[in-house]
């Protein structure tokens, strides 16, 4: 059974830092593209960022330069560090896994506000 299980969200405060953890277990592996999305209220859900097997990765033009994404193969984990925090980045941000099949985790808040 494949599972995405995402942690790290919570209320912050403008200009403070999160780290999103999403660990995988079943069938996914380091073959596999790994990423995150966010979706806001009334938005659609959009791509924050995103790596590969061999560590490349991409980013949404909002984020880039404050949010990181990571993997550790060996935990089958992937991370997202994200810093100097926005209100715009309120949203569920949802952990994504995607070979021939796209797998996705359920989901964690994260809130930006004084």
């Known amino acids: 059974q494949v599972q995405l299980v995402e942690s790290g969200g919570g209320l912050v405060q403008p200009g403070g830092s999160l780290r999103l953890s999403c660990a995988a277990s079943?069938?996914?592996?380091?073959?596999?593209?790994m990423g995150w999305y966010r979706q806001a209220p009334g938005k659609q859900r959009e791509l924050v960022a995103t790596?590969?097997?061999?560590?490349?990765?991409n980013y949404a033009d909002s984020v880039k330069g404050r949010f990181t994404i990571s993997r550790d193969n060996a935990k089958n984990t992937v991370y997202l560090q994200m810093n100097s925090l926005k209100p715009e980045d309120t949203a569920v941000y949802y952990c994504?896994?995607?070979?021939?099949?796209?797998?996705w985790g359920q989901g964690t808040q994260v809130t930006v506000s004084s």
């Open positions: 079943g069938t996914i592996n380091s073959r596999y593209a």
């Open positions: 994504n896994a995607a070979r021939v099949v796209t797998y």
């Open positions: 790596i590969i097997n061999s560590g490349s990765t």
